[in-house]
């Protein structure tokens, strides 16, 4: 696949100058000048997509600058571009762009993962974090309708939706949720992936969900509420309706930290920061008001299946 540090490459060798370039905040994404001493270096800034670097070059060679920012910011623009359009392409379900883009992409046959990253705040500013992020490493993002889109191959998928939220919440001090699924190998998947990770979103503001980083397999659960039955939705609802609208905030966080923790006492009882027999004074409660216990597994399923249901139609 000829990238854009391979062009970087080709343009050194073929010119003879040499120079670096350098993000704003002093990471390199190309160095061509080591071992230069800094008094015989110049510099200027220049636009690479929404990111502003530096480029260095030789004071002997600065008449040169011009052309070389122009040939740079040029070829950058033509490869990204090409490569964004065409994966927007996939995800509006054009065909025709699958086969030729799977020659661009080299490190979707090891398994890539697609991320979508929702914010409050300004997209762009977020995108722009985004590809600091990842400046080094074979990935594409560009923004899609409301959302941040990046492919790209991470071994710790984890890891990186983690780091991803919490630079762009430190840097914007805005609300960041980052949603995706299982690796994908090949291009058709791309429109699955995104189709997956966009539902989630689309989960969370249904059921009021208060996490910020959404595994798809992680909200099947949801995804199995969300399509239920309307005769039982409505059944459910009728039922428990009355109840759940009769429990106060402290109820409600109750019942949420101890889905959350698994039906597990001692887990929801640290995170709610409550004593053990606090934690026990509320279930019962729960349990005399609605008629089931949800330490009980199967009659907990029924409720947490009703009490989303009823969370559900508040959201409407």
Same mark, same amino acid.
């Given at each position: 696949m000829y990238t854009f540090q391979s062009f970087l490459q080709d343009l050194i060798s073929s010119t003879g100058i040499k120079f670096n370039l350098i993000f704003e905040d002093g990471n390199f994404k190309y160095s061509g000048l080591e071992g230069v001493e800094s008094s015989e270096i110049t510099s200027s800034i220049m636009n690479l997509g929404t990111s502003r670097v530096i480029l260095e070059i030789l004071k002997c060679e600065e008449n040169c600058t011009a052309l070389l920012r122009y040939t740079i910011e040029n070829k950058y623009r033509e490869i990204f571009s090409m490569r964004e359009q065409a994966i927007i392409e996939v995800l509006e379900g054009k065909e025709a762009s699958a086969e030729s883009l799977g020659k661009d992409i080299s490190f979707i046959s090891k398994g890539c993962t697609l991320f979508l990253i929702n914010v409050d705040g300004s997209r762009f500013e977020a995108l722009n974090i985004v590809r600091q992020l990842y400046s080094q490493g074979e990935t594409i993002s560009f923004i899609y309708k409301n959302c941040i889109v990046l492919l790209g191959y991470f071994e710790d998928i984890d890891e990186h939706a983690q780091s991803i939220k919490e630079s762009i919440v430190s840097d914007l001090y805005c609300?960041?949720?980052?949603? @995706?699924?299982?690796?994908?190998?090949?291009?058709?998947?791309?429109?699955?992936?995104?189709?997956?990770a966009l539902e989630c979103?689309?989960?969370?503001?249904?059921?009021?969900l208060k996490e910020e980083?959404?595994?798809?397999?992680?909200?099947?659960?949801?995804?199995?509420? @969300?399509?239920?039955?309307?005769?039982?939705?409505?059944?459910?609802?009728?039922?428990?309706?009355?109840?759940?609208?009769?429990?106060?905030?402290?109820?409600?966080?109750?019942?949420?930290?101890?889905?959350n923790c698994d039906l597990n006492v001692s887990d929801a009882a640290r995170k709610l920061y409550v004593h053990r027999n606090t934690l026990i004074y509320r279930l019962d409660k729960i349990t005399k008001e609605t008629g089931f216990d949800i330490r009980n597994f199967r009659e907990a399923a029924v409720f947490i299946i009703a009490f989303l249901i009823w969370k559900e139609n508040k959201t409407l």
């Open positions: 609300k960041c949720y980052v949603s @995706y699924r299982n690796p994908i190998s090949n291009i058709k998947d791309i429109k699955k992936a995104y189709d997956e979103f689309a989960l969370r503001k249904n059921f009021g980083i959404f595994f798809y397999d992680k909200v099947l659960f949801e995804k199995i509420v @969300y399509n239920i039955n309307p005769q039982v939705k409505g059944e459910l609802f009728n039922r428990f309706k009355d109840k759940f609208n009769s429990f106060d905030s402290e109820i409600i966080n109750t019942i949420e930290e101890f889905v």
